[in-house]
T-cell receptor
Framework: DAGVTQSPTHLIKTRGQQVTLRCSPKSGHDTVSWYQQALGQGPQFIFQYYEEEERQRGNFPDRFSGHQFPNYSSELNVNALLLGDSALYLC????????????FGPGTRLLVL | GEDVEQSLFLSVREGDSSVINCTYTDSSSTYLYWYKQEPGAGLQLLTYIFSNMDMKQDQRLTVLLNKKDKHLSLRIADTQTGDSAIYFCAEAGGNTPLVFGKGTRLSVIA
């Protein structure tokens, strides 16, 4: 059984560009959450999706948006990239009816120059 | 707002026990978690405890919860070099997102 997968593993962008990160949840999981982890910090919650809708959102600007597809996979989009958006972006999935347990993918490391 | 505090570093000798401590502020926390992060990797869920429990044991791991003092600890028995990593404490309500501490870097000396 594959765990949570994310693509790409690494990405380099320049300021002002846009980026799309992808996540496939574990089999049997229907909820996807996204987190941003800056260097030396704990992960910060961005938003959570289930039933293809954004259900909760952390303290992130509208430049951060997302989507969930019918197969439960998800995308995180960031527009107008800033240097401060450089971080490890983590996706976590939760089983149906067990949203309190979150299993993380390996992350996408984004560097904004 | 919620806040989770951890000490930043812990160094132990191989074979000793490690105890990583965490305090949190949100009294409505329902679940408390320990995650492990190895260099360049994502977070691995080690264990979690429901707030009406005071202890949970899973092989070499023991979690203690003092809800009155809002204090959580993770004890790793017989610590091995493979346990070297960053350990994150996190809390959540029943339907709220995880709030993480900044992590404790555990170094195991052979």
């Amino acid at each position: 059984d594959a765990g949570v997968t994310q693509s790409p593993t690494h990405l380099i962008k320049t300021r002002g560009q846009q980026v799309t990160l992808r996540c496939s949840p574990k089999s049997g999981h229907d909820t996807v959450s996204w987190y941003q982890q800056a260097l030396g910090q704990g992960p910060q919650f961005i938003f959570q999706y289930y039933e293809e809708e954004e259900r909760q959102r952390g303290n992130f600007p509208d430049r951060f948006s997302g989507h969930q597809f019918p197969n439960y996979s998800s995308e995180l989009n960031v527009n107008a990239l800033l240097l401060g958006d450089s971080a490890l972006y983590l996706c976590a999935s939760s089983p149906r009816g067990r949203r309190e347990t979150q299993y993380f993918g390996p992350g996408t490391r984004l560097l904004v120059l | 707002g919620e806040d989770v505090e951890q000490s930043l570093f812990l160094s132990v000798r191989e074979g000793d026990s490690s105890v990583i401590n965490c305090t949190y502020t949100d009294s409505s926390s329902t679940y408390l978690y320990w995650y492990k992060q190895e260099p360049g990797a994502g977070l691995q869920l080690l264990t979690y405890i429901f707030s009406n429990m005071d202890m949970k044991q899973d092989q070499r791991l023991t979690v203690l919860l003092n809800k009155k003092d809002k204090h959580l600890s993770l004890r790793i028995a017989d610590t091995q070099t493979g346990d070297s990593a960053i350990y994150f404490c996190a809390e959540a309500g029943g339907n709220t997102p995880l709030v993480f501490g900044k992590g404790t870097r555990l170094s195991v000396i052979a």
